[in-house]
């Protein structure tokens, strides 16, 4: 009668081999210089964009306007004012942000949800912007009227909160927009969750006895 004879095999994942670790750190080498050229030129842009905005008078006409930014300048201000009145500071100030990031290791999440996140940031601060601005009638900001502080993105959404909830629900509704943005944009996406959990180690699966 032949015997019988137990043996235990381990069904743990083998480990990385070294040689792709390398080949996965010389990719990333590759790609760094790209990430850092697109760094390097997003803070140009977004420092010529706050230039832009400092000197631009809306109070005057395009003939008078003694800009040092030239035409390029003078029309990247006033398309920034009409939009977004002086919450237009802050898509230049989130755009070096995003270069920043290139060379150091970011604390924001990565993909749409960030980007919707900064959206809503952008509308909260002009239909802020706005709603202070109608509120408080702040005569010497507005250059007497003629220029609506939050744009006209700005002006467009607090109307359409005081037809529909009021001076007193368009002050909630802008003030809570600003933790909600600031939540979207540290969430953490799908693709971070995963590579958290690639991260983790796995626990090995108990084992097994095969009869010979």
């Known amino acids: 009668m032949p015997a019988t004879v137990s043996?235990?095999?381990?069904?743990?994942?083998?480990p990385k081999p070294a040689a792709r670790m390398k080949k996965a750190r010389r990719k990333a080498d590759a790609h760094r210089w790209i990430r850092e050229a697109r760094g390097i030129l997003?803070?140009?842009?977004a420092g010529f964009a706050v230039v832009s905005l400092a000197v631009f008078d809306p109070a005057l006409p395009p003939r008078e306007q003694a800009t040092s930014v030239g035409p390029?300048?003078?029309w990247l201000g006033w398309a920034?004012?009409?939009?977004l009145g002086y919450a237009g500071f802050l898509l230049p100030l989130l755009l070096g942000a995003w270069g920043v990031s290139a060379f150091v290791r970011p604390k924001i999440a990565r993909g749409w949800v960030p980007v919707a996140g900064l959206g809503v940031l952008l509308l909260a601060a002009a239909g802020l912007l706005q709603q202070a601005a109608d509120t408080f009638v702040a005569e010497r900001v507005t250059r007497g009227g003629i220029l609506a502080t939050g744009g006209s993105i700005g002006?467009?959404?607090t109307s359409a909160l005081h037809a529909t909830l009021g001076r007193f629900g368009a002050w909630l509704v802008l003030l809570a927009a600003v933790p909600v943005a600031v939540l979207l944009v540290r969430c953490p996406t799908r693709s971070r969750r995963r590579s958290r959990c690639r991260r983790c180690p796995s626990s090995s699966s108990p084992p097994s006895r095969a009869g010979v």
Not at 7 to 14: G, I, L, R, Y
Not at 80 to 83: H, P, W, Y
């Open 7 to 14: 043996v235990e095999t381990d069904k743990s994942a083998p």
């Open 42 to 45: 997003a803070m140009a842009v």
């Open 72 to 74: 390029v300048g003078w």
């Open 80 to 83: 920034l004012f009409r939009a």
């Open 155 to 157: 002006w467009a959404l």
